[in-house]
């Protein structure tokens, strides 16, 4: 006796795995990627990393351009600094739940500062410095004037 269950619950399966491959880039009308500087200094909570842990990575015009080496401080509840490594990322770990901060860096001059944030209890914090990329307009108009 043959089961006739299985093709319908193949198809199922099949469907929900489909549904379930995470997006690789969103991107916003048009095809381009969301501008890097509109997601500056947003705290995102996450357990990719250890509670009580904050990284904060620093880059100038595009998430490729890292900044390495540069000075991070959080302030507020506690005060604390640390160089970006070559990944661009600077760490504070062992940081107490509850602590209200924010993370603060100066780039060329340029003063990048977070939203103030609380550190969770359950989770670690992730977030981007965006500085100005000087050269950006000058590549755009070169870009645009070999593609005319």
């Known amino acids: 006796m043959r089961s006739h269950w299985w093709p319908p619950l193949a198809i199922v399966c099949l469907t929900a795995a489909c549904l379930m491959q995470p997006v690789a880039a969103q991107v916003v009308p048009g095809g381009q990627m969301p501008d890097p500087k509109q997601m500056s200094g947003v705290p995102l909570p996450t357990s990719d990393i250890p509670a009580g842990t904050v990284t904060v990575r620093v880059v100038r015009g595009t998430l490729s351009n ?13 005060s604390a600094s640390a160089k970006t490594n070559d990944a661009g990322r600077a760490e504070f770990a062992g940081l107490a739940p509850g602590a209200r901060l924010k993370a603060v860096a100066v780039v060329d001059g340029e003063r990048l500062e977070s939203q103030e944030f609380t550190v969770p209890g359950q989770a670690g914090v992730r977030m981007m410095l965006v500085a100005t990329d000087p050269g950006a307009a000058r590549r755009a108009e070169e870009d645009r004037k070999l593609a005319e």
């Open 66 to 78: 890292l900044v390495v080496g540069q000075p991070v401080e959080l302030t507020g509840d506690v």
